[in-house]
């Protein structure tokens, strides 16, 4: 899904413009980005639960070379599915 579809959504169901219906489509992207950033942790009901989790820094391989390579910690953003749309799909 990309927000090309999301704004082709938006357009056919509200009846607007492309521009407006891609206004909305980066608005809701924009957010849901600023309420995982505030609360860590965001939730559609009937479709799922986005979170924050943070990742701690590791070793790892660099798979051309095979020589060690430290990573940061740093943050990932998980999703698990809702029950309703598990039986959806």
Request: net charge positive; proline share 4%.
């Amino acid at each position: 899904m990309s927000k090309a579809f999301i704004a082709a959504v938006l357009q056919d169901s509200l009846n607007c413009t492309g521009v407006a219906a891609q206004k909305a489509a980066a608005d809701l992207i924009d957010a849901i980005t600023v309420e995982l950033k505030t609360e860590g942790g965001f939730t559609l009901p009937s479709f799922g639960a986005f979170t924050v989790h943070k990742t701690k820094a590791r070793k790892a391989l660099n798979p051309r070379t095979g020589e060690p390579v430290k990573v940061k910690a740093g943050k990932t953003v998980r999703f698990k599915a809702s029950p309703v749309l598990k039986k959806a799909v």
